[in-house]
């Protein structure tokens, strides 16, 4: 996994760069301030915040690094592993990279899926920003953003959706990132959901645990 993202996570690099400088390296690839975390340990801690819920605070703890150093990493490598697609259980060569990936394979093998919202602690957006109340978690009540992840009956990830302001609310989500229209298209497929998606399962088929 690490050969085959960090090419994709350097050329990013290189283009931001590009845009900043807005014109071409005048140094040697290489030179200049170093990053805090190599690609390795970005890696590493996105996939720990991914399959544990590990808040950001308590990763940069354990790296010694600003949690603004750790929220900045895992902003890079998330999109590389969405793109990359998430390994099906028991069969490494099948991979679901998109929502109806997801769907069409719980159909298939008769999976019951998992619908949640994970939420992490962000810094508070600088005052006069728009929408910065937007991040103001209604559960947490504390500046958070919002990720929808799908697993499958044993807690596998399967996929994991675009992160959005704390605010929002999880059914909103389900709706505006096509996971609703999904269960419509597939209703055969059923999903396990917790409280805050009350009042959307008998649209959808979900199951309140």
């Not at 005048?26 to 808040?55: I, M």
């Not at 990359?84 to 997801?102: E, W």
Request: aromatic residues 4%.
């Amino acid at each position: 996994m690490i050969e085959e993202l960090a090419d994709l996570w350097l050329a990013r690099c290189e283009s931001e760069l590009r845009e900043r400088r807005g014109a071409e390296r005048q140094r040697e690839a290489g030179a200049g301030p170093k990053h805090d975390l190599v690609f390795t340990d970005r890696l590493l801690v996105t996939l720990v915040h991914l399959r544990t819920g590990l808040p950001h605070a308590a990763l940069a703890e354990l790296y010694g690094v600003a949690r603004s150093t750790i929220s900045r990493a895992i902003g890079e490598i998330r999109p590389l592993l969405a793109v990359r697609g998430f390994a099906v259980p028991d069969d490494s060569g099948v991979r679901l990279r998109t929502l109806a990936d997801v769907f069409a394979y719980a159909e298939a093998a008769g999976i019951r899926l998992r619908i949640d919202g994970a939420e992490t602690q962000v810094r508070r957006p600088k005052a006069g920003k728009p929408g910065r109340r937007a991040f103001v978690s209604g559960k947490k009540k504390q500046n958070t953003i919002k990720t929808t992840t799908i697993s499958d009956g044993q807690g596998r990830l399967l996929w994991s959706g675009a992160d959005r302001p704390g605010r929002i609310h999880d059914q909103t989500a389900m709706r505006t990132e096509g996971i609703a229209e999904q269960f419509r298209l597939h209703p055969k497929v059923t999903a396990e959901v917790d409280e805050g998606y009350r009042g959307r399962c008998h649209v959808v088929g979900c199951v309140t645990v």
